[in-house]
């Protein structure tokens, strides 16, 4: 009996990628990793099942128990036939004490592993409090050119720094940056910055009016992409 269902996964426990961290952190396959994301893009648990073979690319900034089910039915994602994947952000908070914020950082990174052995492309996600920002770097390698973040309101210029920091690990700054939410407060700081970015959704109920305003008609929207899902 043949199925167009991907085969379910080896528990993760029991298959191990190969490591070059002292965590043991899966490593990011180069050859996998996204050169741009694919059309439309959603986030995960926002879309009805029979729905989600129209999106071609997935995000996970929503809460934890939305996509927890993905540690160990990864397979899910890839049913959805999807191209492009950020790495699922099982939560890595400051208040969280280190063996928690461990497990999660190694989740996140063993499903987005075996995602790319599945043929899926994938963008590393930067977002973890301030006491995990060096360890979710392992397993990242060098050279990588494809991240995303939450965006914020309240903090703008966190989303700069990681932009620069990502840059510093890649060797490049010509790297796909991609930052969901932190309404136009994020994006204007991005602007000014001058930072290439692709925005969320989140802008759909604002035009680039509000940037020509600021800017003036002569200059162009090179840095500021709207990503519509």
């Known amino acids: 009996m043949t199925t167009d269902q ?17 965590l043991e952190l899966p490593t990011l396959r180069l050859d996998r990793q996204a050169g741009a994301i694919v059309a439309p893009m959603a986030c995960w648990g926002t879309v009805r099942r029979r729905d989600q ?21 990864p397979q899910d994602v890839v049913a959805t036939g999807a ?30 592993r075996w995602w790319q052995e599945q043929g899926i492309d994938v963008i590393a996600d930067l977002y973890v409090g301030a006491k995990y920002q060096a360890h979710n770097w392992m397993g990242i390698p060098k050279g990588w050119r494809a991240y995303a973040t939450r965006g914020s309101a309240e903090d703008p210029e966190a989303t700069v720094s990681l932009f620069y920091r990502a840059a510093e690990h890649a060797g490049t700054d010509q790297i796909l940056y991609y930052v969901y939410g932190g309404g136009i407060t994020q994006a204007r700081v991005l602007r ?12 759909r109920d604002h035009d680039v009016s509000w940037w020509l305003a600021t800017k003036g008609s002569a200059d162009p929207v090179p840095q500021l992409t709207l990503l519509a899902d």
């Not at 991907?6 to 002292?22: G, K, Y």
């Not at 890595?92 to 499903?111: C, E, I, Q, T």
């Open 83 to 112: 191209k492009v994947c950020v790495e699922p952000n099982f939560s890595a908070l400051d208040s969280m004490p280190f063996p928690v914020g461990w497990n999660n950082l190694y989740r996140k990174r063993w499903v987005a």
């Open 6 to 22: 991907p085969s379910q996964p080896a528990a993760p426990l029991d298959l191990v990628f190969p490591t070059d961290n002292p």
């Open 192 to 203: 000014d910055a001058k930072i290439p970015v692709v925005l969320s959704d989140y802008y």
């Open 53 to 73: 073979n129209n999106v071609n690319s997935w995000h996970f900034y929503t809460d934890d128990y939305r996509f927890s089910r993905l540690w160990s039915h």
